[in-house]
Structure formats: C-alpha cells, structure tokens
C-alpha cells in the first residue's frame, strides 16, 4: 500500500481525479475498452464531477459500482442514482453503465445474471474504492454472513448481501474481482479512517475486509 497525503480534501479530490483520467487515458491508449468501477457514498462525488469533464474517449469506457444497495435509482439511497447524476453527465455521458438493481428481483436471484454482464470487463481496468471505519469496503463487511464466501478465491464475481441494521440488502463485488484490478485506488478522509487503515495492515481479511485491496493499492488520504 502507498499512502499519499493531501492537505485539504479540496486538492485530494482535483489530484485525485486527474489520475484517474490519466489512467483510464493509458488504458485506452493500449486497450479497445477500459472498465471503471467506482464506488457510491458520498465521499467520491466531487471526483466524479471533475472525471466527468475530462477529455476521454468515455464511450469506450464501461463503468461499474463497487456495490448496490437494493434500492431502485428514485431512492437517495441509491449508488447508481449517485453516479448518473455526478459522473454519467457532460462528456462522461457516452460512457456505458452497468447498474446492478433489478426490477422484480431479489439480490440473489439477480447475481447470477448481474456476474454474467460483469465477466466481460473483468479484470477492471481501474478501481476506485472506498473504506469506512469498520474497515469494510464495497459491501463486505466484518462479521456479514457471507464474507468468507466473498473472500474465497474461487468466489462469485458478484454476491448478494443480506440485509443490514438499516433492513437494506445489497449487491457486491467480490475479494477476487477487487483485488484483480489492474489499478486500485482508496480514498478516504478523517482521523479516524487514516487510523482505521493503518490498523489494517495487521488484521486477516475477515477482519478488515479492506485488506482485500489494499495490495498494490495507492490510499489518498484527507483531513
């Protein structure tokens, strides 16, 4: 893991943003598509609204979440809603989207189809992930009942989660298909996340799940 630290939040998210375009840029450079998968909260929505302005051939690009809560996008709650409206827009808009909910479909009778879309643009070209302070990223989360299943090698590219405290379930990304991004990226801000991060380093996967991309991963980190 490389650590880099920004003095304010403000020139972390305008860095952080032209490195990811330089990226996606260089993928394209040597590849006919790129595959961008992103995260939802509300932490990377300045990003996205410098990302979406950036010069890129963007309809060469497939973009994807990290996860999904099991919300239909006229829910607040809803990543994809999250991503539509501050990065899918300007000249990101030709982007190509591949959202997880499904209408009429519980979580685990979507996965399957949900792995199968997202296969093709496997490994991801370029991650960008998040961290809370539980150290759980994407929707693996310490102590959820499928995480180990998430983290085995062998694992579903995407998995359902049950439901959490709020009574949401989830769609997620799994251990594998994170850790094999060609390119990871965290970001975080606070006292409390850096410290969450570092601790890390020296706890298993099933405590901190985070771990699971933290490998070969740059964390750029705010107050």
């Not at 997880?100 to 093709?120: H, K, N, Q, S």
């Not at 390119?183 to 099933?206: C, F, M, N, W, Y």
């Amino acid at each position: 893991m490389k650590l880099i630290p920004y003095p304010d939040r403000d020139l972390m998210m305008l860095d952080l943003a032209d490195m990811l375009a330089s990226e996606l840029a260089d993928c394209l450079r040597r590849n006919e598509s790129a595959a961008f998968c992103v995260p939802g909260g509300t932490t990377p929505g300045p990003i996205f609204d410098v990302l979406s302005e950036q010069r890129l051939d963007w309809d060469r690009v497939l973009v994807m979440l990290n996860d999904e809560r099991w919300v239909p996008e006229t829910s607040d709650r809803s990543n994809a809603a999250l991503v539509r409206a501050r990065l899918l827009t300007g000249r990101a808009a030709a982007a190509t989207f591949l959202p997880f909910w499904r209408a009429e479909m519980t979580p685990e009778e979507a996965a399957p189809g949900i792995a199968a879309a997202v296969r093709p643009h496997l490994p991801i070209s370029v991650l960008l992930a998040g961290m809370g302070t539980d150290m759980h990223t994407a929707s693996l989360f310490p102590g959820s009942a499928v995480l180990g299943e998430a983290l085995e090698s062998h694992a579903p590219a995407v998995l359902a989660v049950p439901a959490d405290a709020a009574g949401e379930e989830r769609i997620t990304l799994t251990g594998p298909v994170l850790s094999g991004a060609m390119s990871k990226h965290i970001v975080i801000t606070g006292a409390a996340k850096r410290e969450a991060i570092e601790t890390a380093q020296d706890l298993p996967p099933h405590l901190a799940p985070i771990r699971t991309v933290l490998g070969g991963a740059t964390v750029h980190w705010a107050p």
